[in-house]
């Protein structure tokens, strides 16, 4: 169990040429271990002959496709749980602690949650303890799973065989619909959008508002007061 979720957590990395040159080897350490189901095996088996044989440009894009464009399929845990609310940075630091309980230290560019990293710490405990800490997880596995299946992506398989190294049942749940990756980017309006209340239709005259008049001493010392408000 231990040398396969460290294979599976090598597969979700991002598969750039050196990534893949260690492929072979990661397919060995999944057929000597031999702790999935054998058709588990073949899915993944599977994947990686597709990540060596396809060009490099096309698997990358799909990965990028995949997993950082999209909600729903994002390796990043706690993303599934908090969003962008405040839990997710105690919930980090928290997951940070036990893996330094465990003597693990990230590298600075890695993100405590992300799925990869997770099953890494997974792979040094015992493997009940082990089991047992996959299952807390499982739920949001479950859901990436689907999301995966619902993209038709071989990804999938990797989810698949973490939920059955867990003891969990491998199943499709129901997602929520993810909005469309044009709206997720959408600015929200300033102030509501600028407003023509008030304003004429092309070719009719404009309304004129007669302002008082302020001083020149008046007007420099408001533009002061706005510049040192700015």
Known sequence: ??????????????????MRLHLPEVRGVLDTEAALSSARQCAI?????????????????????????????SLLLFEHVHGDSRDRGPAMVDLIQTYEKAGLYLH???MPDDLPVV?????????DEARAFLSEIA???????????????????????VLELAGE???????????ELDEQW?????????SSAGQSKPG????????????????????????VRA
């Open 119 to 127: 099953l890494e710490y997974a792979s040094s405990q015992p493997a």
């Open 204 to 227: 009719q005259a404009q309304p004129i508002k007669i302002m008082s008049h302020v001083t020149n001493a008046a007007s420099k010392s408001q533009s002061t007061h706005q510049g």
């Open 186 to 194: 959408t600015e929200p309006e300033v102030f509501g959008g600028c």
């Open 108 to 110: 600075p560019e890695q």
């Open 169 to 179: 049942k491998v199943e499709v749940v129901a997602l929520e619909q993810e909005p």
């Open 45 to 73: 088996v599977a994947l990686i002959e597709r990540l060596l044989s396809a060009p490099d440009m096309t698997v990358e894009a799909e990965y990028i496709e995949m997993f950082d464009r999209g909600h729903r399929t």
């Open 1 to 18: 169990m231990k040398l396969t979720l460290r294979a599976i957590a090598y597969l979700l990395r991002y598969p750039d040429a050196e």
């Open 139 to 161: 739920h949001i596995v479950r859901v990436i799973y689907s999301a995966l299946v619902d993209r038709g992506s071989a990804y999938a398989c990797l989810a698949a065989a």
